[in-house]
C-alpha cells in the first residue's frame, strides 16, 4: 500500500515521527517521505541519524520540510504530490497548555483545520491524525484541543466527498 508513496508526517521529528518513518523505511519502499516540522535542528539530527542507520540510499528518500501547521500557505506547498499524511503535529505538554492556551488552540485546533483544508485541496487520499486518551473526557485543555480536533477530522469527511481525502483519527 505505501509502495512508491508519497507521505508526509506533521511533526515528524518527533517521538512517533522517528519510530513510524524508520518502519515506513524498513517495511516498505515508498516514494518519498516528507518530515514536516519546525525545528531545523531535529530535522538536522534525524536526517544524520536515518544516514548512519539505514545509509545514504534509503535516507536519501527523506525530504524535510520546514514548516507550522498553523501556516497554512506552507502546508499546501508541502501537501504537493503527496499521496498520505500522518498528522502527529500537536502542543501535548498539558501544563504548556494550561499556561499558553491560545497557543494550544492555534497549534491544535487551527492547525487541524488547515490540515483538513490543504488535504482535500491538494487531493491528498488520506489523513490519519493521531489523538490521545485525554480526548475521551477533557479535563484540561490539551484534551479540549484533541477533542475539538479529532472532531475536525472526522467532519472533514462530509467535506471531501465521496471520491474525495479520507480522514480518520487513531
Known amino acids: 500500500m505505501l509502495n512508491n508513496k508519497v507521505i508526509l508526517v506533521t511533526g515528524g521529528t518527533g517521538s512517533f515521527g522517528n519510530k513510524f518513518v524508520e518502519r515506513i523505511l524498513v517495511e516498505y519502499n515508498p516514494q518519498k517521505i516528507i518530515i514536516y516540522s519546525r525545528d531545523e535542528f531535529k530535522q538536522d539530527l534525524m536526517r544524520k541519524n536515518f544516514i548512519s542507520k539505514y545509509g545514504i540510499e534509503k535516507a536519501q528518500k527523506l525530504r524535510f520540510f520546514i514548516g507550522d501547521v498553523r501556516d497554512k500557505e506552507r502546508l499546501y506547498r508541502a501537501f504537493n504530490g ?89
Open 82 to 170: 503527496v499521496d498520505y499524511v500522518i498528522h502527529a503535529a500537536a502542543m501535548k505538554q498539558v501544563p504548556a497548555c494550561e499556561y499558553n492556551p491560545f497557543e494550544a488552540i492555534k497549534t491544535n485546533i487551527n492547525g487541524a483545520e488547515n490540515i483538513v483544508e490543504a488535504a482535500i485541496d491538494r487531493k491528498v487520499k488520506k489523513v490519519i491524525a493521531l489523538s490521545t486518551d485525554k480526548a475521551v473526557n477533557p479535563i484540561n485543555l490539551y484534551g479540549g484541543t484533541k477533542l475539538v480536533s479529532d472532531k475536525l477530522f472526522i467532519s472533514a469527511n462530509a467535506y471531501s466527498g465521496e471520491e474525495g481525502t479520507i480522514f480518520s483519527v487513531v
